[in-house]
C-alpha cells in the first residue's frame, strides 16, 4: 500500500444516531451494500454508527486509516469480537486466531505458501479445472453446441475441489463434498445473521438453531477429523508410501522452531478446516462476479482470449498445447487483470474488522480502547476519488504503468502482516481457470433473468444463482 493523503477534515467523526441505525436496520440486513454505501455518500469515508442498532462501529473506507489499522499500527488491532465469536464454528485457524499464537502458527505455515509451493501446484489445478470442464463440453457437443450453467454452482464445486485436493489429495467423492460444502454454506449463513440481526440471539437460543449449528459444525469436523486420522494411519503403516506432497502433508510435517514439536491433532484439524473455508468461498463468488462481467463485456473475454491464443501459439511444437506452466501466467496478464478487476468491483472480503486493544489517535482522531472498526473494502474500492468511472470494468485499469506502484486504494486480500495467506494460490488459480473457461468457451448472459443482487454474508456472493451459457468455440 502506498501512504494516501491525510483526510481534509482532521477530527471528529460523523455520526449516525442510533435510533436511525435501529430504523435502518433491517433494510441493511436486506441489503447492506445499499445502506452502507447510501450511508457513506451521505457522512464521508469514516463514520460512527450502531451496527444492527446495537453495537457501536466506525465504518471507514478512507485508506489512510485502513493503512494505519492493518499495517502501521497493526499491533494495537485484533480481529474483533465478529470473527472471534466465528470460531465457535471453524475453530482457532489462522484467520481466527489471535497474538503470540497466531503469529507462531502464521511463521510455521507461510513457507507452505511459497510461490514455488503454489508453482507446483498449478498441474493439479488445470486438472482439476479440465475434470469439471470435461462433462460440460460433452453435454454443449450434444445439444447444438452450447450448455447452460449454474454459475455460482459451478465455481463453488470447482474451487472446492481445488482446496479440497490441495489439502487433502483424496478425490471426495461428489456426495461428500456437496456435504462439506453444504455445511460451511449452512453454517456461515447462520453466524452472519447472528450478527447483522444480534436482538434474534433469545429467538435462536429458544428454538434451539444455536444448538443445531453446534451440531453442524461437530458434523463438519468429524468428516475432516476422519480424512486426517486417515493420514495419519497411512503414513504409520509398515512399508508406507511416500504421502502425498499436499497442503496437509505440510500441516503434519511442520515443526515449532523452538521446540520442535509438531502441531496437535486439534491445531491441524483447526488449520486444515480453515485453509477449506478461506480457500474456497472466496475464489467461487470472485469467479462467479468474473463470469457475470465476462458475459456482459465479451470484447474483454475475447482480449483475453486472443492474448492465449498468441503465447500458445509461440510455444515451442513439442510443448503440451492443454497446459499452461507457471512461468507462462505473466505473459498471459490479461486474464489476471479480469480477475483484479472482478474483486475490485465484487471484492469476496468486502468488509473486514478489527477492535482497538488499546488507546489510539489516527490525524488527530482519538480512538479509546475498545473501539470497534469495519472496514469497507468495497467502498474503498467503488470511491471515485480513487477510481475513474468506479462502475466500470475496466481490467486494464490493472495493467502496470511503468514506474507505477499499483492501485493504492485496492485490499481485496487485506493488508499488513495478515495479509491473506493464499493470495498467490488463488491468484495462480483463478487466472488458469479464466483462461481455461475462455479456451473453450464464449461466455453468455442468459436473457430473462431477474437483475443479479449482491449478498454479503461473510463473503460477497450473488443473491441466488444465475445462468450463463458456455457456447463451445
Ligand atoms: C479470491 C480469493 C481470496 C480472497 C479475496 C481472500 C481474502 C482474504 C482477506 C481479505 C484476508 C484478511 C482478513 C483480515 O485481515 O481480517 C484473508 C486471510 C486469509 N486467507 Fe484469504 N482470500 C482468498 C483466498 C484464499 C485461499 C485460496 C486461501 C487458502 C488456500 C486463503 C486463506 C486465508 C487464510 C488462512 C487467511 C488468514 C491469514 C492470517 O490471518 O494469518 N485465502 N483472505
Request: aromatic share 8%.
Amino acid at each position: 500500500m502506498t501512504a494516501p493523503a491525510p483526510p481534509a477534515s482532521g477530527v471528529a467523526v460523523p455520526k449516525v444516531p442510533r435510533w436511525q441505525s435501529l430504523l435502518r436496520s433491517v433494510s441493511l440486513a436486506k441489503d447492506p451494500i445499499a445502506v452502507i454505501s447510501a450511508t457513506m455518500a451521505r457522512y464521508g469515508d469514516t463514520v460512527q454508527l450502531y451496527i444492527g442498532g446495537m453495537q457501536k462501529s466506525i465504518l471507514t473506507q478512507d485508506p489512510g486509516l485502513m493503512q494505519h489499522i492493518l499495517q502501521k499500527n497493526h499491533r494495537n488491532y485484533a480481529k474483533s469480537q465478529f470473527t472471534q465469536g466465528f470460531s465457535r464454528y471453524v475453530g482457532h485457524g489462522l484467520l481466527t486466531n489471535e497474538g503470540a499464537d497466531w503469529l507462531r502458527q502464521r511463521r510455521l505455515i507461510q513457507p507452505g505458501f511459497h510461490r514455488q509451493r503454489v508453482a507446483g501446484l498449478t498441474g493439479l489445478m488445470q486438472e482439476i479445472v479440465a475434470d469439471t470442464l470435461a462433462p460440460l463440453t460433452a453435454r454443449a457437443q450434444a445439444s447444438g453446441g452450447a450448455v447452460t450453467i449454474q454459475t455460482h454452482e459451478l465455481m463453488t464445486q470447482l474451487t472446492f475441489r481445488v482446496i479440497a485436493r490441495s489439502v487433502f489429495s483424496t478425490n471426495f467423492s461428489d456426495a461428500e463434498l456437496d456435504r462439506v460444502a453444504g455445511l460451511i454454506t449452512e453454517i456461515q449463513a447462520f453466524y452472519t445473521g447472528t450478527i447483522r440481526q444480534p436482538y434474534l440471539k433469545p429467538w435462536h437460543q429458544l428454538s434451539g438453531r444455536f444448538r443445531y449449528h453446534d451440531q453442524l459444525t461437530a458434523d463438519l469436523r468429524a468428516l475432516l477429523g476422519g480424512y486426517i486420522a486417515q493420514r495419519r494411519a497411512a503414513n504409520d503403516a509398515p512399508g508406507a508410501p511416500a504421502p502425498p506432497d499436499d497442503l496437509l502433508q505440510m500441516l503434519l510435517d511442520v515443526r515449532y522452531e523452538d521446540t520442535g514439536e509438531p502441531m496437535t491433532p486439534d491445531q491441524v484439524l483447526d488449520e486444515a478446516l480453515i485453509l477449506l473455508i478461506a480457500g474456497h468461498e472466496t475464489s467461487a463468488n470472485a469467479l462467479t462476479w468474473l463470469s457475470y462481467l465476462l458475459a456482459h463485456h465479451p470484447a474483454e473475454a475475447e482480449a483475453i482470449r486472443a492474448e492465449t491464443a498468441a503465447v500458445l501459439a509461440s510455444r515451442p511444437p513439442e510443448k503440451a498445447a492443454d497446459r499452461f506452466a507457471f512461468e507462462e501466467l505473466p505473459r498471459l496478464s490479461r486474464a489476471l487483470h479480469a480477475v483484479q478487476e472482478a474483486m475490485r468491483l465484487f471484492p469476496p472480503a468486502w468488509m473486514v474488522d478489527r477492535v482497538a486493544l488499546a488507546d489510539d489517535d489516527y490525524q488527530g482522531m482519538h480512538i479509546p480502547k475498545g473501539t470497534l472498526f469495519s472496514l469497507y473494502i468495497y467502498g474503498l474500492h467503488h470511491a471515485p476519488k480513487h477510481w475513474e468511472q468506479p462502475a466500470s470494468f475496466r481490467p486494464a485499469r490493472f495493467a502496470p504503468a511503468p514506474g507505477s506502484m499499483g492501485p493504492p486504494a485496492y485490499l481485496p486480500f487485506g493488508g499488513g502482516p495478515r495479509l491473506c495467506i493464499g493470495m498467490q494460490f488463488a491468484l495462480t488459480e483463478m487466472q488458469l481457470v479464466t483462461l481455461e473457461l475462455l479456451r473453450q468457451f464464449r461466455v453468455e448472459w442468459v436473457d430473462g433473468q431477474p437483475p443479479v443482487a449482491t449478498q454479503p454474508l461473510i463473503t460477497l456472493r450473488p443473491r441466488g444463482d444465475f445462468q450463463v451459457r458456455l457456447r463451445l468455440r
